[in-house]
């Protein structure tokens, strides 16, 4: 059984720094690249970031590249996404994701929510 289960999320100020965490079971972790992908209120679902199997080569949405960095640990099977300067526009339902014989994965979720 597959699982994606995302943790970390919670309120912040603006300015502050955030890291969350997904824990993955359930696949060959290490065989796969995983994203991060965030969906704000009223608008649709944009990829964040991604990393490759090796957790080289990551790759980030301008929107957040210079502040957030993705990691990954292929042994704790385990990966994060460090969010600093956070802004309100990064207030929004962030997903772990991994596509796995042709089929896409996503976990439950987790809130970031910026705000005084």
């Known amino acids: 059984q597959l699982q994606l289960v995302e943790s970390g999320g919670g309120l912040v100020q603006p300015g502050g720094s955030l890291t969350l965490s997904c824990a993955a079971s359930?696949?060959?972790?290490?065989?796969?690249?995983l994203s991060w992908y965030r969906q704000a209120p009223g608008k649709e679902r944009e990829l964040v970031a991604r990393?490759?199997?090796?957790?080289?080569?990551?790759n980030y949405a301008d929107s957040v590249a210079g502040r957030f960095t993705m990691s990954r640990d292929n042994a704790k099977r385990a990966v994060y996404l460090q969010m600093n300067n956070l802004t309100p526009a990064d207030t929004a339902e962030y997903y772990c994701?991994?596509?796995?014989?042709?089929?896409?994965?996503w976990g439950k979720g987790t809130l970031v929510t910026v705000s005084s």
């Open positions: 994701f991994v596509e796995v014989g042709w089929t896409n994965y």
């Open positions: 990393v490759r199997t090796s957790g080289r080569g990551q």
């Open positions: 359930g696949f060959a972790f290490s065989s796969y690249p």
